[in-house]
C-alpha cells in the first residue's frame, strides 16, 4: 500500500512549496492569488486521502479530501475568469461558488461521504452517488467553459510564448478533466482506487507549473507578460518583438498595416526580411548592438512596405534576462517618418494658433502649471491687473490678486480646479495698484493625455455691467417703492373725489385719470415680477394645488361675464417658484377679459419631448381667433390686441417664467378655439 502512497505523499509536500513559492514572487497581478486557490483544494484532497489511508476508521479525513475535490471546479473557473479578465463582477464569481457550497453543506451534514472503504490497492471515500453525479455534471460544466474562456482569450490576443502559455493554463482544467474519468474508470471496471492514478495526474500538472514559473517566467510578471498585447494593439507605432536570432515573435496590427501583410504572417520569419536592400548593413550592424545589451534611437531605414518602401524612425531597447543575464530578444517601436514630419508640421500650425489666440484674446489669460504656479500672462491680463510676466512667475496668482473678502471663494475655485474640474464665479480682484475691479472668473484643468498638466484662469473685466446692474437696480427701486407709493396716493385720492358730487364732465375725467392710474400701477408690478424672475429658489410643488387655487379665485370674475370655467385635475410635481400663479393667471385672465368666449377649459398630462418628460397644460377657450400674424410675435415684448389697454408685457412675462422654469410654451388658434399649450418639466 505504501508503494500506491508515493504520488500522494509527493504532491501533498510538492503543492505548499509551490504556493509559498508563487507568493514569494510578490506579483502585483490578482490572479496569481486565484492561482493558489487553484492549488489548495487539490492539496486538500492529497493530504486527505492520504490521512484517510492512514487512519481509515475516522472519516473526518475522508471528508477533508472531498473538500478539496468539490472545490477544485469553482476555483479553476475562477482563476481563468480571473486571468483572462471575463467578467469583472465580484458577484459574478461569489455566484459560481454557490452550487459547490451547497455541496460542502451536505458534506458538512454527513450525506456526501457515507464511509470508507478499502479498494485493491487502498482506501477511498465511499461517496452518496446521487450527489456525486450532480457534483461530476456541474463540474464538468465549469471545466468546459474554464476551457472556452481561456481558447477563447489566447485567439484574441497573442503575445510571448502563446501556445507554451496556453498548455501550462489549461492543464489545469484537463487535470480535473482526467481525474473525473479516470474515477469513473477505476472505480466502475477496475473497482480499484483511483487515487494514486489521480495524484500521479496532479504531480505532472504541478511539474509543468514549475516548469512555466523557472523556464518560461510565467505567469509572474516578467518578459512573457502576456497582458502587454493589450497595449501594444492600442499603439499608434508599429511595435515587435524579435528573439536573439532576429526572428518576429509579436507584431501588432498597426506594423502589420505598414507593412501590408497580416499579421499572423509576420510572426516566424526575420525582421531583416522587410529591410530595404540598402539598410541591411545599417539594420545588422545596430541589431548587433542589441545583442550585446545597448539600445538605439531613431534609425532611419527604408522598409519593404506593401505598394511602396516606407522610410522609418526605429527604436531598439534589448530584453534581458534578470537571472541569468542573457539578451533574449529585443523590443522594437517603427514610426513612419514621413508621416511624423507632416504630424509635426501640423503640431507647429497648431501651436501658432493657440499662440496667435493667447496673446490677441481681449480676455486677460494666465496659464499656471499643475501646483498654480504663473508659468505665461498675456498682454490683456497685464493691462487689466497691471502686473507683469516678471512680476508673478512661479508665483501662486491669488496671492496678488485676491482681496481679503473674496478669500473663501477664491480658494475654493482654486481648490476645485486643481482637482481636475471646471469652476466658474464672479467677484472682485484686486489690481496692482490696489484698485478693486469686478470680474467674471473660469479657471479650467489642461490635461495631456489623461493628466493634468496645467491650469489656465480668464478673467473678463465686468465693471461697466456691474454698474448699469447697481443703476438699473436703484431705478427698479425707485419705481417699486418711491413712484409706486405715489400713485397709491393718486389712486386713493381719485377714488375719494369720484364719490363727491361732479357733473358729467367732470365725472369722466376722473374715471380717466383713474384708469391711467390703474395701468400705471398694473405695469409696475409687471416690472416688478420682471425684475424676480430667476432670483428666487425653485422648489417642489403640486401643479393640482397650483391650478385649483387660480381656477378657484377666477371662477366668480368669470362667471359674472357669463364665462363657464372648466378644469380637469392635472396631477404632478413641478419645480418652480411664487410667480408661478402668474403663468396661468394672465392666460385665464386674458381669455376672459379679451377672447369673448363662452367657456375656458384647462386639461392635460403627462408627455414626453425628445426622451424628456413633461407635464402639458392647455388653458382653451372658444372665443374669437387670434391673427397668424399676431402669433407670430405674441410672446414679445410690448404686443398686445387691439381692445387691449394694457403694457403688452403679460405673455412676454408668461413666456420668460416658463422657459425659466425649464419649460416651453406655444399657441395656436382656429375659429373654433385658442389653445395656449405650456410644458413644465416632471420631477
Not at 116 to 144: C, M, Q, R, T
Request: charge should be neutral; charged fraction near 25%; glycine fraction near 6%.
Amino acid at each position: 500500500m505504501i508503494i500506491y502512497l508515493i504520488p500522494s505523499i509527493i504532491s501533498s509536500i510538492f503543492i505548499p512549496s509551490v504556493i509559498l513559492y508563487i507568493l514569494s514572487l510578490r506579483s502585483e497581478r490578482d490572479y496569481i492569488y486565484q492561482l493558489i486557490l487553484v492549488l489548495f483544494p487539490i492539496f486538500l484532497w492529497n493530504a486527505g486521502i492520504l490521512l484517510t489511508n492512514f487512519f481509515p476508521n475516522e472519516i473526518i479525513w475522508a471528508e477533508m479530501g472531498t473538500a478539496g475535490l468539490i472545490l477544485v471546479p469553482p476555483t479553476i473557473l475562477h482563476f481563468s475568469v480571473s486571468y483572462t479578465k471575463f467578467h469583472n463582477s465580484k458577484l459574478y464569481n461569489i455566484i459560481a461558488y454557490i452550487p459547490f457550497l451547497i455541496l460542502l453543506l451536505t458534506l458538512v451534514n454527513g450525506n456526501y461521504v457515507e464511509g470508507v472503504v478499502y479498494k485493491g490497492i487502498g482506501y477511498e471515500p465511499v461517496f452518496n452517488d446521487a450527489l456525486f453525479y450532480i457534483h461530476s455534471w456541474i463540474g464538468f460544466i465549469y471545466l468546459f467553459l474554464s476551457v472556452y474562456i481561456l481558447a477563447r482569450h489566447y485567439r484574441k490576443n497573442i503575445g510571448i510564448k502563446k501556445r507554451q502559455a496556453l498548455y501550462i493554463l489549461i492543464s489545469f482544467p484537463l487535470d480535473a478533466f482526467s481525474s473525473y474519468i479516470t474515477y469513473i474508470v477505476f472505480e466502475e471496471v477496475f473497482h480499484v482506487a483511483q487515487f494514486p492514478f489521480g495524484s500521479m495526474i496532479d504531480l505532472f500538472t504541478i511539474f509543468i507549473l514549475l516548469y512555466a514559473l523557472f523556464i518560461l517566467k510565467l505567469p509572474a510578471k516578467t518578459l512573457a507578460e502576456i497582458d502587454f498585447s493589450i497595449l501594444a494593439e492600442t499603439a499608434n507605432d508599429g511595435i515587435c518583438i524579435v528573439d536573439a536570432d532576429g526572428i518576429i515573435e509579436y507584431a501588432n496590427s498597426f506594423m502589420a498595416e505598414m507593412l501590408g501583410v497580416h499579421k499572423n504572417k509576420l510572426t516566424g520569419k526575420k525582421l531583416r526580411k522587410f529591410i530595404a536592400d540598402e539598410d541591411i548593413e545599417s539594420y545588422d550592424e545596430h541589431f548587433n548592438r542589441i545583442l550585446s545589451g545597448l539600445k538605439f534611437k531613431n534609425l532611419i531605414l527604408k522598409l519593404r512596405g506593401g505598394e511602396r518602401n516606407i522610410i522609418v524612425a526605429m527604436n531598439a531597447s534589448p530584453i534581458i534576462d534578470r537571472r541569468e543575464g542573457d539578451v533574449k530578444g529585443a523590443f522594437i517601436t517603427i514610426r513612419d517618418f514621413e508621416e511624423r514630419i507632416k504630424f509635426e508640421e501640423e503640431l507647429k500650425k497648431e501651436r501658432t494658433y493657440f499662440h496667435s489666440l493667447f496673446y490677441h484674446s481681449p480676455e486677460a489669460i494666465v496659464l499656471m502649471d499643475e501646483k498654480h504656479r504663473v508659468n505665461d500672462l498675456n498682454p490683456a491680463f497685464i493691462e487689466l491687473f497691471g502686473y507683469t510676466l516678471e512680476d508673478l512667475k512661479g508665483k501662486n496668482v491669488d496671492d496678488f490678486i485676491l482681496p481679503p473678502e473674496e478669500e473663501r471663494e477664491g480658494k475654493r475655485i482654486t481648490k476645485s480646479v486643481m482637482e481636475g474640474k471646471i469652476a466658474r464665479t464672479e467677484g472682485y480682484r484686486k489690481r496692482k495698484d490696489g484698485k478693486l475691479i469686478y470680474v467674471s472668473v473660469m479657471g479650467a484643468p489642461i490635461f495631456v493625455d489623461g493628466e493634468q498638466m496645467g491650469i489656465f484662469g480668464i478673467y473678463r473685466d465686468m465693471t461697466e455691467r456691474k454698474k448699469a446692474e447697481e443703476e438699473r437696480e436703484f431705478y427698479n427701486s425707485l419705481l417699486r417703492h418711491d413712484i409706486s407709493n405715489k400713485i397709491t396716493v393718486i389712486l386713493g385720492n381719485l377714488e375719494i373725489l369720484l364719490e363727491s358730487k361732479l357733473n358729467k364732465e367732470q365725472k369722466n375725467l376722473v374715471l380717466s385719470a383713474l384708469n391711467a392710474a390703474k395701468s400705471g400701477s398694473e405695469l409696475i408690478s409687471k416690472i416688478r415680477r420682471l425684475n424676480k424672475i430667476g432670483k428666487e429658489e425653485l422648489y417642489y410643488m403640486e401643479l393640482d394645488d397650483v391650478l385649483s387655487r387660480i381656477v378657484k379665485n377666477m371662477k366668480k370674475e368669470a362667471e359674472n361675464r357669463g364665462i363657464k370655467l372648466h378644469y380637469e385635475g392635472i396631477k404632478g410635481v413641478i419645480k418652480a417658484d411664487s410667480l408661478i400663479d402668474s403663468v396661468f393667471s394672465n392666460i385665464i385672465q386674458n381669455a376672459i377679459t379679451h377672447s369673448e368666449c363662452k367657456n375656458i377649459r384647462i386639461y392635460g398630462g403627462e408627455v414626453e419631448l425628445n426622451n424628456k418628460k413633461y407635464y402639458k397644460i392647455c388653458i382653451e377657450n372658444d372665443g374669437k381667433e387670434i391673427e397668424k400674424d399676431t402669433i407670430k410675435k405674441i410672446f414679445n415684448p410690448g404686443v398686445k390686441g387691439s381692445s387691449s389697454r394694457g403694457s403688452g408685457l403679460g405673455l412676454y412675462i408668461v413666456k420668460t417664467l416658463v422657459e425659466s422654469y425649464g419649460g416651453k410654451i406655444k399657441l395656436r388658434s382656429s375659429p373654433e378655439k385658442t389653445v395656449f399649450e405650456i410644458y413644465l418639466p416632471k420631477v
